[in-house]
C-alpha cells in the first residue's frame, strides 16, 4: 500500500492529469470539429464555384451554337395566338387597345386583326413594317377573322435563350450535378429552370444583382441548402445569372459523424488515459510495497542476526548442562529404582516427565540454532512415493495414539524429486504435528500429492477449528503463535525451507471446518 502521507499528493497528481487531459481532448474536440466545418465549408463553396463557372461557359456557348429553327418560332407564335384568341377580342376598331397591350406585354413587333374578307380592323403598332420578321396568321375559332403576329427581335434574341438554356437545364438535371439550376435574365425573371414549373417566376435571391455588377460569384445558405449566384453572358451585351443549390443534408450528415467519430475517439483516449493512471496507480502501489517489503526484510536480518548470535552463544552454554541432565535422569531411572511398586511407579513418572522436559528445551535450542544459520539445501533425487511412505510410518504410529485417523493420498503419481528430503520431511511433520494438536479425537487428517506439469503439491488438511481469519496474515511471521507453550518459529522455519526451494506455502481454513497447509515445489527440469 502507499503511505497515506503520500497517497493524496500521488491521487491529485493522478487527478490532475486525467483532468487535463479530459479538457485538451473536449477542447480539441470542439476546435476539430469547428475547423472541419469550416473546411467543408469552403470546400462546398469551392466546388458550387467550379460548377457555376463550368455552368456558365455551358450556358454561353449554347445561347451562341443554338440558333431558332423555323418549327420552334411557328410554335411560339401558335401558342401566343392561341392566348390572345381567347380574350374574346371584338371583330371591330375597339379590339386596338387589347391588342397594344398584347403586343407590349409579349415582345410583339406587330399584332392585327382581319376580317374574313381580309380587310384590316386594327392594328398595333398602327405603322410598322415586319416583312423581314418571323409571322403567322391564325384563324380565329370562332370563325371571326384572322390574326396576325409578328415576333420582335428582342423576343427572337429571348426566345433563343430561353430553348438553348432550358435544353442545357435538362442536360444538367439529368446528370445530377446540382439539386437545381435556374438561369436568370434581366428584371430576375427566371428564363430556365431544373424545375419546368419555376419558369416566368421573379427569383429573390438578393445576391443576383451585386453578381451581375461585380461580376463575381456570391455564396448563400438558404434552409437546408447552400447556393451560389454566378454571372453569365446572354446574347449582345446582356448578362444573366445562374443560380446553383446543393443540399447541405449530406454535408450535415458528414459533419455529424465526423463530430462523432471524434467524441468517440476522445472517449477512447479519456478511457486509455484512465487505463494508464490506474496501471501507474498499481506499479506504484507495487512499488511501495516492495520498498516496505525490503525494509521488513532488512529490519528483520538486522533482528535475525542479534538473536542469532545470542541464540548460538545460549544454545551452546544451554546445551551441556542439558546433556548432562538428560544422562543422569537415565542413570536415576535405571540404577535408583525405589524397592515399593508404588514409588518406583511414580518415581519412573517423574525421571520420565524430567526427560521430556529437558527434550523439549533441546528442541527449543535447535530451533534457535536453526533459525539463525543461513540454510542451503542439500539437494538429491529421491522418488515422492517412497518418501511419502516413510512418512507415513513416522506420524501414523503418533496419530494413532491420540485416537485420530491418518490418510495419505498417493493417486496423483510418483516422480523422482531433486530437493533436501530430509528438511522436507521436516517441514511436512511440523505441520502435521500442528494438525495433530488441533484435531479432535476420532477425526481424520489426510496428506494428499498431486503432480501437475509443473510442481509437486502437497496438502494437509485436518478437521479442526481451523485458524481464526485475523490470525492468518500473521501465521509466519516470527515468534507469532497460536499455541499456548508454542515458540513461534516452526512455521516461519517451515516457510524459509520451502523458500529455498523456490517454493510456496499457505495456510488457509476449510469451508466446512478445519484447516488446509498446502506446499507447493517446481518440478525439477528434465
Known sequence: MIPKDKRYPFMLYVGL???????????????LSRQTKKDFIKMFWRQNGETAEFIALSATQAIDSNPLKNGQINEHLKSFAKRLDQTN????TKSEGLLQNFREQNGMALVALYDNTGALISQSPEKANASHLPTLAWPRKSGQGVLMLSLGQQKITELREHLALSELALSLKTKKIADYVSFIGPHRKILAHSNPEMVGTIEDNEGIESSIKDK??????????????H???????RWGTILIGLNS???DQIYDDIFENTAVFSGWVIMLASLV??????????YYRKIESMQRQIAEGAKLVSLGNLAAGVAHEIRN???????????LELEFPPDEPELSKEYSFLTQLMLGEVKRINRIVTDFLGFSKPYAPRLESFSTGHWLQELEVLFSAEAKAKGIHFFVDQSGGDIQMVADQEKLKQVALNLLNNALEASPEGSLIKLISKITPKHWKLQIIDQGEGIPREKLPQIFDIYYTTKAHGTGLGLYICQKIIQAHQGHIELAN???????????LPKPLK
Do not use: C, H
Open 17 to 31: 492529469f486525467l483532468g487535463t487531459i479530459v479538457v485538451i481532448l473536449i477542447a480539441n474536440m470542439f476546435f
Open 89 to 92: 377580342l371584338p371583330l371591330s
Open 216 to 229: 463575381t460569384t456570391y455564396y448563400y445558405r438558404r434552409g437546408t441548402r447552400y447556393e451560389a449566384v
Open 231 to 237: 454571372p453569365f453572358k446572354l446574347s449582345g451585351d
Open 249 to 251: 443534408e449530406e454535408f
Open 277 to 286: 493512471s490506474m496501471i501507474v496507480w498499481r506499479f506504484q502501489t507495487l
Open 321 to 331: 548442562p542439558l546433556n548432562s541432565i538428560s544422562m543422569t535422569l537415565q542413570r
Open 510 to 520: 476449510n469451508l466446512d471446518r478445519g484447516a488446509i497447509a498446502t506446499l507447493i
